[in-house]
């Protein structure tokens, strides 16, 4: 509050506007922001010096290299069984992809054929496997990933 008086004995208290977080702060109902953590962290570090930006999607995290989007890093708790690295592709490059990590699967909630497959966080290699998958990108294999028509900011 500010308060002003004149020389005319007028004496005025002006309050401030204050914004809807400042007044809603130790109201019962206001939740607590939710800091989601990044999960598989040390495949964006990889990907660091590409520029790559990310976004969240669905509980996951997208990655968009230039207007392609090339992978999504997923561990959610309510179905466990497609967490990992999904790896997106145009339908002509899936076979070879595939050859060349054996360990890419369908995903499950995506109903198996879809332009994605997911490198499973419970596979003995994950760590490797998704670091190799890096250094594609990094070399510029365009058998990774999906045009999205536009350019997504960094």
């Known amino acids: 509050m500010r308060e002003r008086s004149y020389?005319?004995?007028?004496?005025?208290?002006?309050?401030t506007q204050r914004t809807y977080d400042e007044r809603m702060i130790g109201h019962p109902r206001r939740k607590p922001p939710v800091k989601r953590l990044v999960p598989f962290e040390?495949?964006?570090e990889e990907l660091a010096p590409l520029g790559v930006a990310t976004r969240p999607m669905f509980g996951c995290v997208g990655v968009y290299l230039d207007d392609r989007m090339v992978l999504v890093l997923r561990?959610?708790?309510?179905?466990?069984g497609d967490n990992g690295v999904w790896v997106a592709f145009e339908a002509p490059h899936g076979p070879a992809?595939?050859?060349?990590f054996p360990a890419l699967r369908a995903i499950t909630v995506l109903g198996g054929a879809s332009?994605?497959?997911?490198?499973?966080?419970?596979?003995?290699?994950?760590?490797?496997?998704?670091?190799?998958?890096?250094a594609l990108l990094a070399k510029g294999d365009t058998r990774i990933g999906k045009k999205t028509g536009a350019s997504i900011r960094r």
């Open 42 to 44: 040390f495949v964006l």
């Open 75 to 80: 561990d959610r708790q309510d179905e466990p």
């Open 115 to 134: 332009g994605w497959l997911n490198l499973p966080k419970d596979h003995g290699d994950f760590e490797e496997l998704a670091l190799k998958v890096c």
């Open 7 to 15: 020389s005319n004995g007028f004496h005025v208290v002006l309050r």
């Open 97 to 100: 992809l595939k050859k060349e």
